[in-house]
């Protein structure tokens, strides 16, 4: 069984603070997904990764890809209260169109 | 709009009846998932269809979950004798693939109560 270990498991910090968080394993992923909810909605797909090694950014966040293929991690710079939310990362195993391996998530709340 | 639709968004049942929990899928995605998220945590895989047969069905949790897509659009999940731990809220998504990355769209999902 594959598993996605996520931390923190919380995290609660002031607006303009950088944070990161974390998403590990041991199984090695085709791709790996982050993904963030917000309560009564289902998760929005932010960025996807497929490259062990890659850095993508979408604006204040920057995701990273390792180079084994089995973790990432998402750091946001400088952040504010609209990121507040559930972060999701999501794994797929079979490099086409599988059902993803969750992660628990991180519940992020950036307080003004 | 044009996103993944679940309908009804919430359904609260008695332990022992019969339920079921619909999706409309974006126009177009061929593949079609169903997750079920309890409290706290993140969403776990309950079956794929591709089309109208289901691809992967690994996830289901035993014989009282059973789901369709009859015609590989609308998708119907369908739980008998329902229990106590069945509470959840179920997921749907859908996507495109060849996707390569396999980017899934989710819809708002339909939160499940059992008495």
């Known amino acids: ?112 | 709009g044009a996103g993944v639709s679940q309908t009804p968004s919430n359904k609260v049942t008695e332990k022992g009846k019969y339920v079921e929990l619909r999706c409309d899928p974006i126009s177009g995605h061929t593949a079609l998932y169903w997750y079920r998220q309890s409290l706290g945590q993140g969403p776990e895989f309950l079956i794929y269809f591709q089309g109208t047969g289901a691809a992967d069905d690994s996830g289901l949790p035993n014989d009282r979950f059973f789901a369709v897509r009859p015609e590989g659009s609308v998708s119907t999940l369908k739980i008998q004798r329902t229990e106590r731990g069945d509470s959840a809220v179920y997921l749907c998504a859908s996507s495109s693939p060849p996707a390569g990355s396999n980017e899934q769209f989710f819809g708002p999902g339909t939160r499940l109560t059992v008495l």
């Open chain 1, 1 to 112: 069984t594959q598993l996605l270990e996520q931390s923190p498991q919380f995290l609660s910090i002031q607006e303009g603070e950088n944070l990161t968080v974390y998403c590990n394993s041991s199984s090695v992923f085709s791709s790996l997904q982050w993904y963030r909810q917000e309560p009564g909605e289902g998760p929005v797909l932010l960025v996807t990764v497929v490259t062990g090694g890659e850095v993508k950014k979408l604006k204040r966040l920057t995701f990273q890809f390792g180079d084994a293929r089995k973790d990432s991690s998402l750091h946001i710079t400088a952040a504010q209260t609209g990121d507040t939310g559930l972060y999701l990362c999501a794994g797929d195993s079979g490099g086409g169109a599988d059902g993803l391996t969750f992660g628990k998530g991180t519940h992020l709340i950036i307080q003004p």
